[in-house]
């Protein structure tokens, strides 16, 4: 089963909008971090933030903010005013305490296009 | 500037080729993992070290094999490869195997199996 679902393929919008990345998580573990990562063009993955279980404020970082809520097992991920750099696939990603060797379930990704 | 440095950035082998593929990381992280990502999925995981030993293999092919001569490198040596493989193999590193820790990825290596 999937851990981590991204149900968004896709996402295109226009320079400025608002743009929000769903992420739904599945664990049994009670401590867990979660992870978003950018991926350009070029391939790396560029770490975002991460986020453990017993944290649910929710965070800014410039145009950037996580809403993350236990309840609906979601860290989702919104752009605000968005620009044509952030153009990019975004992977959410589940690490579990149960777990050795610190691996990762990445969900699917979503692809986002910023259109000037 | 990605911390984490992979060489070269593009390789095209022959089948019967063998190659390989560096990585190289200065941030004196103790776990170093290589990952192999198709177009338009995420990255599934291959071989994880820790402290120079391999930790995790994830069932990877024979034909892949990797070394990690010390703790800022890790290698892998591409042996008799087949078209499927052509993907981006990716390196990461992270502080250690604690389950909390971020990993940080190098830009890739573009690989295409003739």
């Known amino acids: 089963a999937q851990k981590v679902t991204q149900a968004q393929t896709e996402i295109s919008v226009v320079e400025k909008e608002d743009v929000t990345l769903d992420c739904v998580y599945e664990t049994r573990d009670t401590t867990y971090y979660l992870f978003w990562y950018k991926q350009p063009p070029s391939g790396e993955l560029v770490f975002l933030i991460r986020r453990n279980s017993f944290d649910e404020q929710n965070e800014i970082s410039g145009r950037y903010s996580w809403n993350f809520q236990k309840s609906t097992s979601s860290f989702n991920f919104t752009i605000t005013a968005s620009q044509v750099v952030d153009s990019a696939v975004y992977f959410c990603a589940l690490s579990e305490s149960l777990d050795t060797g610190n691996q990762f379930y990445f969900g699917t990704g979503t692809s986002l296009t910023v259109i000037p | 500037d990605t911390e984490v440095t992979q060489t070269p950035k593009h390789l095209v082998m022959g089948m019967t080729n063998k190659k390989s593929l560096k990585c190289e990381q200065h941030?004196?992280?103790?776990?170093m993992y290589w990952y192999k990502q198709k177009a338009k999925k995420p990255p599934e995981l291959m071989f994880v070290?820790?402290?120079?030993?391999?930790?995790i293999n994830e069932s990877v092919p024979s034909r892949f094999s990797p070394e990690c001569p010390n703790s800022s490198l890790l290698n892998l040596h591409l042996h008799a490869l087949q078209p499927e493989d052509s993907a981006l193999y990716l390196c990461a590193s992270s502080q250690g195997l604690q389950f909390n820790q971020p990993q940080h990825f190098g830009d890739g290596t573009r690989l295409s199996i003739l």
């Open positions: 070290y820790s402290y120079e030993k391999l930790s």
């Open positions: 941030m004196g992280h103790r776990a």
